[in-house]
């Protein structure tokens, strides 16, 4: 719960799959300095790029110094098919430019060969976080690597170093809750993040009665599409324009944002009564940047030739929010259908929220429906519902993985299976085809990194 409205400063609640990613890393003195990146493909997945990466230490480090993140930027996009290299070898940029003793890790980086194999488990495109995945696990291995410990550099700070990664380096305008997700995560808990920017507010079990899985749609999700993008430029115009009524920059420039910077400290009344009015269904690059300067965010840039929506994409973290802190709470509720019941409306309204913000897809907006026919049918049965009591689309949307919440137990099982299988038959594939995520797994700071001698 959460999802995109973390940019925004909403609390969100993750919780990490059983697939993982794995990085082995070596770092020798070398009179010919480079880094060279071998990934092996997941099982089953079609190879979307080139097997391996491979540059001179000084394309990174030039005069041993770590390249600006906007050259790197170019650097890595230059040739398609190694661009997933900006992903492990931004990393080291970094971790060289922003970690702790920055000057002492980049002086060894530039001075020394890095070795990376990377194996994941955690399929691209599936809106699970496959990209933090690797990022997370890369972090943690250069700093046992390069020695750098727990108490130098805590697990809060290395996940904020890899959304750094995928902002800075790779390009993908990011929220920060799957990297913390990746690293602070625990085995079935929920990780509570309040983002502004990244208060971690702790852990939240879900109840022995209370079951959750992901079912891929099959439609391939990516966080730097342009979707995605325009949603979060339309959040932060309606933060630009919300933050002086709507009136348009004046001789002395834009005014500081309110609510710092965060749309998800207002309140649905607060939304209703005294904002919305001041927000435009949409907006012209053009028109807004020549009314209101600037849209405050530094990840996005906003396009004068593109037409926004403002007041769908701005609404969203208001509501969202309310929704998240209405779903932790009622996981303390009483076992029972009231308590499913409500579960599952706030998934449900979540997930109609982001086909408002034009994030949905044919396939995941059909994954929900079936669960909520699987509900109704127990219904017309004489039950009070389920087994099956919510579904939304996760992640960054357009695509990507359903999660849904049932009942634990053998029957909500055989309800997945029946939505896995209907699913399948409308796509014309076998139900084996339908990727399913079941249980969790501990995030990176709990494992740490393993330290292997060669002797």
Same mark, same amino acid.
């Given at each position: 719960?959460?999802?995109?409205?973390?940019?925004?400063?909403?609390?969100?609640?993750?919780?990490? *799959?059983?697939?993982?990613?794995?990085?082995?890393?070596?770092?020798?003195?070398?009179?010919?300095?480079?880094?060279?990146?071998?990934?092996?493909?997941?099982?089953?997945?079609?190879?979307?790029?080139?097997?391996?990466?491979?540059?001179?230490?000084?394309?990174?480090?030039?005069?041993?110094?770590?390249?600006?993140?906007?050259?790197?930027?170019?650097?890595?996009?230059?040739?398609?098919?190694?661009?997933?290299?900006?992903?492990?070898?931004?990393?080291?940029?970094?971790?060289?430019?922003?970690?702790?003793?920055?000057?002492?890790?980049?002086?060894?980086?530039?001075?020394?060969?890095?070795?990376?194999?990377?194996?994941?488990?955690?399929?691209?495109?599936?809106?699970?976080?496959?990209?933090?995945?690797?990022?997370?696990?890369?972090?943690?291995?250069?700093?046992?690597?390069?020695?750098?410990?727990?108490?130098?550099?805590?697990?809060?700070?290395?996940? *904020?170093?890899?959304?750094?990664?995928?902002?800075?380096?790779?390009?993908?305008?990011?929220?920060?809750?799957?990297?913390?997700?990746?690293?602070?995560?625990?085995?079935?808990?929920?990780?509570?993040?309040?983002?502004?920017?990244?208060?971690?507010?702790?852990?939240?079990?879900?109840?022995?009665?209370?079951?959750?899985?992901?079912?891929?749609?099959?439609?391939?999700?990516?966080?730097?599409?342009?979707?995605?993008?325009?949603?979060?430029?339309?959040?932060?115009?309606?933060?630009?324009?919300?933050?002086?009524?709507?009136?348009?920059?004046?001789?002395?420039?834009?005014?500081?944002?309110?609510?710092?910077?965060?749309?998800?400290?207002?309140?649905?009344?607060?939304?209703?009564?005294?904002?919305?009015?001041?927000?435009?269904?949409?907006?012209?690059?053009?028109?807004?940047?020549?009314?209101?300067?600037?849209?405050?965010?530094?990840?996005?840039?906003?396009?004068?030739?593109?037409?926004?929506?403002?007041?769908?994409?701005?609404?969203?973290?208001?509501?969202?929010?309310?929704?998240?802190?209405?779903?932790?709470?009622?996981?303390?509720?009483?076992?029972?259908?009231?308590?499913?019941?409500?579960?599952?409306?706030?998934?449900?309204?979540?997930?109609?929220?982001?086909?408002?913000?034009?994030?949905?897809?044919?396939?995941?907006?059909?994954?929900?429906?079936?669960?909520?026919?699987?509900?109704?049918?127990?219904?017309?049965?004489?039950?009070?519902?389920?087994?099956?009591?919510?579904?939304? *689309?996760?992640?960054?949307?357009?695509?990507?993985?359903?999660? *849904?919440?049932?009942?634990?137990?053998?029957?909500?099982?055989?309800?997945?299976?029946?939505?896995?299988?209907?699913?399948?038959?409308?796509?014309?594939?076998?139900?084996?085809?339908?990727?399913?995520?079941?249980?969790?797994?501990?995030?990176?700071?709990?494992?740490?990194?393993?330290?292997?001698?060669?002797?």
């Amino acid at each position: 719960m959460g999802g995109i409205a973390d940019y925004s400063g909403s609390l969100v609640l993750q919780m990490p *799959i059983s697939e993982a990613a794995h990085v082995a890393l070596q770092i020798q003195g070398s009179s010919s300095p480079s880094v060279r990146v071998v990934s092996i493909h997941a099982p089953g997945e079609e190879a979307q790029r080139a097997p391996s990466f491979e540059a001179p230490m000084s394309a990174l480090f030039p005069e041993g110094q770590p390249l600006e993140y906007e050259a790197a930027q170019a650097l890595f996009k230059a040739t398609s098919a190694t661009s997933w290299a900006a992903y492990i070898a931004g990393c080291l940029l970094v971790l060289a430019r922003e970690g702790p003793d920055a000057a002492a890790l980049a002086a060894r980086l530039a001075s020394s060969s890095v070795s990376v194999l990377v194996q994941s488990r955690v399929p691209e495109g599936k809106g699970v976080s496959s990209s933090a995945a690797v990022e997370v696990a890369t972090m943690t291995a250069l700093a046992g690597a390069l020695g750098v410990t727990a108490e130098a550099l805590p697990g809060r700070q290395l996940a *904020i170093l890899c959304q750094r990664v995928e902002n800075l380096v790779v390009g993908a305008p990011c929220g920060i809750m799957d990297q913390m997700a990746c690293t602070l995560g625990q085995q079935h808990s929920l990780l509570a993040l309040l983002c502004q920017p990244a208060e971690v507010r702790g852990t939240v079990e879900l109840p022995p009665h209370v079951a959750v899985w992901g079912v891929d749609s099959g439609i391939r999700h990516s966080v730097g599409g342009s979707d995605y993008g325009s949603v979060r430029v339309g959040a932060f115009m309606g933060l630009r324009i919300a933050s002086s009524d709507g009136k348009p920059s004046g001789s002395s420039g834009p005014p500081p944002a309110r609510w710092d910077g965060y749309l998800a400290r207002l309140s649905p009344s607060l939304l209703a009564q005294s904002v919305a009015a001041h927000l435009p269904e949409r907006i012209s690059g053009a028109d807004f940047l020549r009314a209101y300067t600037t849209h405050y965010d530094t990840v996005t840039s906003v396009d004068p030739a593109k037409e926004y929506a403002v007041r769908q994409p701005a609404s969203h973290p208001v509501h969202e929010n309310f929704r998240v802190t209405t779903f932790e709470q009622a996981l303390k509720l009483p076992p029972g259908p009231e308590q499913f019941r409500l579960l599952g409306e706030l998934m449900f309204q979540s997930h109609a929220s982001y086909s408002g913000c034009g994030l949905g897809s044919a396939g995941t907006d059909r994954l929900v429906e079936l669960v909520r026919e699987e509900g109704q049918a127990a219904v017309a049965a004489g039950r009070p519902g389920g087994p099956l009591w919510g579904a939304k *689309i996760t992640g960054g949307g357009c695509g990507g993985t359903v999660c *849904i919440l049932g009942e634990g137990g053998p029957e909500a099982e055989a309800a997945v299976a029946r939505v896995v299988g209907r699913y399948a038959a409308e796509r014309g594939v076998k139900p084996a085809a339908v990727k399913v995520f079941r249980g969790s797994s501990p995030g990176a700071a709990e494992l740490g990194p393993m330290t292997v001698l060669v002797k």
